[in-house]
Nanobody
Framework: VQLQASGGGLVQPGGSLRLSCVAS????????IGWFRQAPGKEREGVSC????????YYADSVLGRFTISRDNDKNTVYLQMNSLKPEDTAVYYC???????????????????WGQGTQVTVSS
């Protein structure tokens, strides 16, 4: 398995969840890792990306200030801490390989076509 995501669930508005994505050594070396989400009837959105080799980060405007992406190089793991969750954050979240150059340039888009399984995040009272 190249990417394995976990951590979704049901949470009330204002609550928090942390998603995890474990990557293979190959992916960790050559790609950035991103979190992408898709809600029913909506287009896929790049939520946040992080490079494994420098400090470049990307956040979508919709999550800026509420979500924090981080990495653990010893565990080849990327985390997405989601705070102050809103009903509009409800979606299936996927981790995927992303372009390192894209993150350096301030963008976040899938690259390399490796995807973890989706994890459902539902924000509802």
């Amino acid at each position: 398995v190249q990417l394995q995501a976990s951590g979704g669930g049901l949470v009330q508005p204002g609550g928090s969840l942390r998603l995890s994505c474990v990557a293979s050594e190959f992916i960790w070396e050559y790609y950035a890792i991103g979190w992408f989400r898709q809600a029913p009837g909506k287009e896929r959105e790049g939520v946040s990306c992080i490079s494994s080799s420098d400090d470049r980060l990307y956040y979508a405007d919709s999550v800026l200030g509420r979500f924090t992406i981080s990495r653990d190089n010893d565990k080849n793991t990327v985390y997405l801490q989601m705070n102050s969750l809103k009903p509009e954050d409800t979606a299936v979240y996927y981790c995927a390989t992303a372009s390192k150059k894209g993150v350096q340039d301030g963008t976040c888009f899938p690259h390399g076509n490796w995807w973890g399984q989706g994890t459902q995040v539902t924000v509802s009272s």
